[in-house]
């Protein structure tokens, strides 16, 4: 079965750095887009980035130039690097695939800027 597993959050200083990872597992990573998404408290889950099977990335325009995702399709993992963040970040991240009707979501992993 699909499995996407995040790690990475953690509390982080306005104008600091983090990133994310989602390993993922029960299905062929290489041949897949996979997306970022993160839902703050009181908000709607909102797309961040997303990379095709190619390689091509797209960006939210309130984290472009700030994050930068990224995939190893060795290792079966996407990752979002964040840079400069802003307490406005604070939100959960998600890993999401598209398919088996409603798509597949990871857990989430916290990420808090504050200082």
């Known amino acids: 079965q699909v499995q996407l597993v995040e790690s990475g959050g953690g509390l982080v200083q306005p104008g600091g750095s983090l990133s994310v990872s989602c390993a993922a597992s029960?299905?062929?990573?290489?041949?897949?887009?996979m997306y970022w998404y993160r839902q703050a408290p009181g908000k709607e889950r909102e797309m961040v980035a997303t990379?095709?099977?190619?390689?091509?990335?797209n960006y939210a325009d309130s984290v472009k130039g700030r994050f930068t995702i990224s995939r190893d399709n060795a290792k079966n993992t996407v990752y979002l690097q964040m840079n400069s963040l802003e307490p406005e970040d604070t939100a959960v991240y998600y890993c999401?695939?598209?398919?088996?009707?409603?798509?597949?979501w990871g857990q989430g992993t916290q990420v808090t800027v504050s200082s």
């Open positions: 999401f695939r598209e398919g088996g009707g409603s798509g597949y």
């Open positions: 029960g299905f062929t990573f290489r041949w897949y887009a």
């Open positions: 990379i095709t099977a190619g390689g091509r990335t």
